[in-house]
């Protein structure tokens, strides 16, 4: 039997499974969240639409409804408590065809079933001074004055370093095999190290929770992975529009946006094609030619030229089209937190606090006092004045050593995130906690000194052995200028 048993152990370090261990963190007991990546938000989280959708979309009555709009009207109290960007600049669902425009009234009255507030339609001339390069065909739009942008980058880290300050404990490279209850009446997950042995389990996996959920009940539950490619622009091209742009849903979603992000680039994208692969998550020129083609629908004249990247991203879908959130019945003490597709991120606060309702009711696990909420916002060169700069570099002249020229990262920055809570130990950790590596040229110049960062402030780590994102994505292959003996192809001096 294992040495140690949790009161709960969380599958996935996305930003449901981190803000259910967020939430949980408000009580006392024992937590774990179990992540098969080297670091938080390496799945669905990190690659989406970073839109807090308002809510009109989901049908009235469904956990996706009222999670949305609850998890919506959350979002802007945690950003502010976690330090984390968010911007409310709204949202238009933008009416192409005169037939369709009766479609806009539809989505009206749901979201004003929903509970969305402030919804209203908008004809042509309001449209065009709000948007002027809407499509030329725009007839009207659903305007939600309550959508907004977040970093979910941000966010999930966030949320992950809250907990862990407040005493939740974190597993990455931590892949869960087998799920079996035990004798005992407790939890065991097979893990590379043994086993980890638990009271509750919650199952917030994305795209592998069936996995996990078929293990344990005979009613069984199918995740399809929903594959959506991106474009991202340069920063020049961020104020192309003002709004979240997405054109009127169907059945396969909300269909290809164009939006601002918190960091000024333009989104453009996602596709949304159902794949049988769980790790799918390359691009392909079919589905990016989609992404041109259908952003130029509702937006004209979209800077294309100025992409500077492209990614896709998997979408847990289910056929119910609804999240899957409970105690599973035959199962006790396993609780399902799944099918967390779009509007995941925008409900995650509200997930949280569902999921972590669940096992606080099974568990009866009373009140921490000591809980923290607060976190405070890393340091951001951009949003200085040149006199705090220079105060802030008095005081440590890392701030003044810039690394990454495209997104103004400082040596700072950098050495802050590797020694905040959870701090990065990967390329890619530190480009989610400082956005290094994420601008025009794509890390094209950063990397190599931010390998050295690594190696010199994370205990034990040697250059050779820095990583991108965790095992079997390493940079340096050897040395060049190792001695070989004479006659060999090397220099024997």
Same mark, same amino acid.
């Given at each position: 039997?294992?040495?140690?048993?949790?009161?709960?152990?969380?599958?996935?370090?996305?930003?449901?499974?981190?803000?259910?261990?967020?939430?949980?963190s408000r009580r006392r007991g024992s937590f774990v969240v179990l992540?098969?990546?080297?670091?938080?938000?390496?799945?669905?989280?990190?690659?989406?639409?970073?839109?807090?959708?308002?809510?009109?979309?989901?049908?009235?009555?469904?956990?996706?409804?009222?999670?949305?709009?609850?998890?919506?009207?959350?979002?802007?109290?945690?950003?502010?408590?976690?330090?984390?960007?968010?911007a409310n600049i709204g949202s238009l669902v933008v009416c192409t065809?005169?037939?369709?425009?009766?479609?806009?009234?539809?989505?009206?009255?749901?979201?004003?079933?929903?509970?969305?507030?402030?919804?209203?339609?908008?004809?042509?001339?309001?449209?065009?001074?709000?948007?002027?390069?809407?499509?030329?065909?725009?007839?009207?739009?659903?305007?939600?004055?309550?959508?907004?942008?977040?970093?979910?980058?941000?966010?999930?880290?966030?949320?992950?370093?809250?907990?862990?300050? +407040?005493?939740?404990?974190?597993?990455?490279?931590?892949p869960v095999g087998s799920v079996r209850r035990g004798q005992d009446?407790?939890?065991?997950?097979?893990?590379?190290?043994?086993?980890?042995?638990?009271?509750?389990?919650?199952?917030?996996?994305?795209?592998?929770?069936?996995?996990?959920? +078929?293990?344990?009940?005979?009613?069984?539950?199918?995740?399809?992975?929903?594959?959506?490619?991106?474009?991202?622009?340069?920063?020049?091209?961020?104020?192309?529009?003002?709004?979240?742009?997405?054109?009127?849903?169907?059945?396969?979603?909300?269909?290809?946006?164009?939006?601002?992000?918190?960091?000024?680039?333009?989104?453009?994208?996602?596709?949304?094609?159902?794949?049988?692969?769980?790790?799918?998550?390359?691009?392909?020129?079919?589905?990016?030619?989609?992404?041109?083609?259908?952003?130029?629908?509702?937006?004209?004249?979209?800077?294309?030229?100025?992409?500077?990247?492209?990614?896709?991203?998997?979408?847990?879908?289910?056929?119910?089209?609804?999240?899957?959130?409970?105690?599973?019945?035959?199962?006790?003490?396993?609780?399902?937190?799944?099918?967390?597709?779009?509007?995941?991120?925008?409900?995650?606060?509200?997930?949280?606090?569902?999921?972590?309702?669940?096992?606080?009711?099974?568990?009866?696990?009373?009140?921490?006092?000591?809980?923290?909420?607060?976190?405070?916002?890393?340091? +951001?060169?951009?949003?200085?004045?040149?006199?705090?700069?220079?105060?802030?570099?008095?005081?440590?002249?890392?701030? =003044?050593?810039?690394?990454?020229?495209?997104?103004?990262?400082?040596?700072?920055?950098?050495?802050?995130?590797?020694?905040?809570?959870?701090?990065?130990?990967?390329?890619?950790?530190?480009?989610?906690?400082?956005?290094?590596?994420?601008?025009?040229?794509?890390?094209?110049?950063?990397?190599?000194?931010?390998?050295?960062?690594?190696?010199?402030?994370?205990?034990?780590?040697?250059?050779?052995?820095?990583?991108?994102?965790?095992?079997?994505?390493?940079?340096?292959?050897?040395?060049?200028?190792?001695?070989?003996?004479? =006659?060999?192809?090397?220099?024997?001096?």
């Open positions: 039997m294992a040495e140690k048993v949790y009161d709960v152990a969380i599958i996935g370090a996305g930003v449901s499974g981190c803000s259910i261990a967020r939430e949980l992540e098969r990546e080297d670091d938080v938000c390496c799945g669905t989280t990190k690659a989406n639409s970073a839109i807090v959708h308002a809510g009109y979309d989901a049908m009235p009555g469904s956990l996706m409804a009222r999670l949305n709009v609850e998890g919506s009207r959350l979002m802007p109290g945690l950003c502010e408590e976690l330090g984390v960007d968010l065809d005169p037939e369709a425009r009766p479609g806009l009234d539809d989505l009206l009255a749901r979201g004003e079933k929903n509970g969305v507030e402030g919804l209203r339609i908008v004809e042509r001339d309001e449209l065009r001074a709000m948007e002027p390069n809407i499509a030329d065909a725009a007839v009207a739009a659903l305007y939600a004055p309550t959508a907004s942008i977040v970093n979910p980058f941000q966010l999930n880290v966030a949320l992950a370093e809250n907990a862990t300050t +407040n005493g939740v404990e974190f597993r990455f490279d931590c009446g407790l939890w065991h997950l097979g893990v590379p190290d043994g086993e980890v042995v638990a009271h509750v389990v919650v199952n917030a996996a994305g795209v592998y929770a069936d996995g996990f959920h +078929n293990q344990v009940s005979a009613q069984k539950l199918t995740i399809t992975p929903r594959r959506g490619q991106y474009f991202v622009l340069d920063t020049t091209a961020g104020t192309h529009v003002r709004h979240t742009i997405f054109a009127q849903p169907t059945r396969m979603g909300k269909g290809v946006l164009v939006s601002p992000t918190t960091a000024g680039n333009l989104l453009v994208g996602p596709t949304a094609e159902d794949i049988d692969d769980k790790q799918g998550t390359d691009t392909t020129s079919e589905g990016l030619d989609e992404v041109r083609r259908k952003s130029a629908i509702t937006v004209k004249d979209v800077p294309l030229r100025e992409t500077i990247t492209s990614f896709s991203g998997l979408r847990a879908h289910q056929p119910g089209h609804d999240f899957v959130i409970g105690e599973v019945e035959g199962a006790p003490g396993f609780v399902d937190c799944a099918a967390i597709e779009s509007p995941g991120l925008s409900a995650s606060p509200a997930v949280g606090r569902m999921v972590a309702g669940i096992v606080t009711d099974i568990l009866g696990l009373p009140q921490n006092p000591s809980f923290d909420g607060h976190r405070d916002a890393p340091v +951001n060169l951009e949003r200085l004045t040149p006199a705090e700069w220079a105060d802030l570099i008095a005081r440590n002249p890392a701030y =003044g050593r810039i690394v990454c020229r495209c997104r103004h990262i400082s040596e700072g920055q950098i050495v802050d995130a590797i020694h905040a809570p959870l701090g990065a130990r990967s390329l890619d950790a530190v480009k989610r906690r400082t956005e290094a590596c994420m601008g025009r040229c794509q890390a094209g110049f950063c990397t190599p000194k931010i390998m050295e960062i690594l190696a010199r402030e994370v205990p034990g780590l040697a250059m050779e052995d820095v990583t991108k994102c965790g095992p079997g994505s390493g940079f340096i292959v050897g040395h060049d200028k190792h001695l070989a003996p004479a =006659g060999k192809g090397g220099d024997a001096r």
